[in-house]
């Protein structure tokens, strides 16, 4: 049966991703805690692991029930309470990153890449899969570095690649409807171990062979545009937000699936 297997958040944009039993759908479309903070520039730029690859190197966890954000690099451990204790953590933040940041709050809708859309999806064989393309990565691992939210099990391969492009369907979990946006255009940050910071050596070029060699006949290229994009980008209607979706919800498709 198709169903909800993982859920995951990242309290800090770029820090470290927590596994949940259950999240609610906020009013803006989001997981509920899911880029809830994040550091942001004098520019209003928002810190990733893109331009400041020293982000690596911190590892945190986070109280949901009291706000509470702990982490740790070189050695050196802090907690803080937050929204109270923000100027002081982001004060921790600049001196380990070398540049001046603010720690900024955004509970409607989160800090996501894509404002108008939602939680990201993935399932589990695609991550098996695509695991399997590179010697001594786990599928633990593939999804930290691809940083998802919703992970789907009992489903094929690729399953997620049919929700977009022309005439694309829809599906639900746990009664919660999730729509297609986009397919998510790779950078970086997958080739990265995401403990170290350290590159996978060719890991762009084994994907797009990969990629190309496995891309399903069902799925609408067209929508996709390259080989280098993985998981999908997804929205929750209106009407649905203010639900919560949980670990082990059934997941149906809506409309006539693509898939095999």
């Known amino acids: 049966m198709a169903h909800v297997a993982h859920i995951g958040v990242h309290p800090v944009k770029a820090l470290d991703r927590i596994e949940v039993d259950a999240a609610r759908i906020t009013d803006g479309g989001t997981l509920e805690h899911d880029r809830l903070y994040a550091l942001v520039t004098a520019d209003g ?110 489903v094929p391969a690729f399953w997620e690649d049919q929700f977009v492009g022309a005439d694309a369907p829809a599906f639900e979990a746990g009664g919660i409807r999730f729509e297609g946006v986009e397919p998510c255009a790779r950078c970086v940050i997958p080739g990265r171990d995401p403990d170290t910071g350290e590159a996978y050596e060719g890991f762009r070029e084994t994907f797009l062979e990969r990629r190309e060699e496995t891309f399903p006949e069902w799925a609408d290229f067209d929508a996709f545009e390259h080989y280098f994009r993985l998981m999908l980008i997804a929205s929750v209607p209106g009407d649905d937000r203010g639900r919560t979706l949980r670990v082990g919800d059934e997941v149906e498709v809506v409309g006539t699936p693509r898939t095999a």
């Open 45 to 154: 730029r928002a810190i990733n692991g893109i331009e400041h690859d020293g982000i690596h190197d911190v590892r945190a966890s986070f109280d949901f029930e009291r706000e509470v954000l702990t982490v740790a690099a070189d050695g050196d451990e802090r907690r803080f309470d937050l929204p109270a204790e923000s100027a002081a953590a982001a004060s921790w933040f600049g001196d380990l990153l070398g540049v001046t940041v603010a720690l900024e709050r955004d509970a409607a809708g989160g800090f996501v890449s894509r404002p108008e859309a939602g939680p990201s999806v993935v399932s589990t064989a695609t991550l098996e899969e695509v695991a399997s393309w590179f010697d001594g990565m786990s599928v633990p691992d593939l999804r930290r570095r691809i940083r998802v939210n919703v992970e789907v099990g009992g």
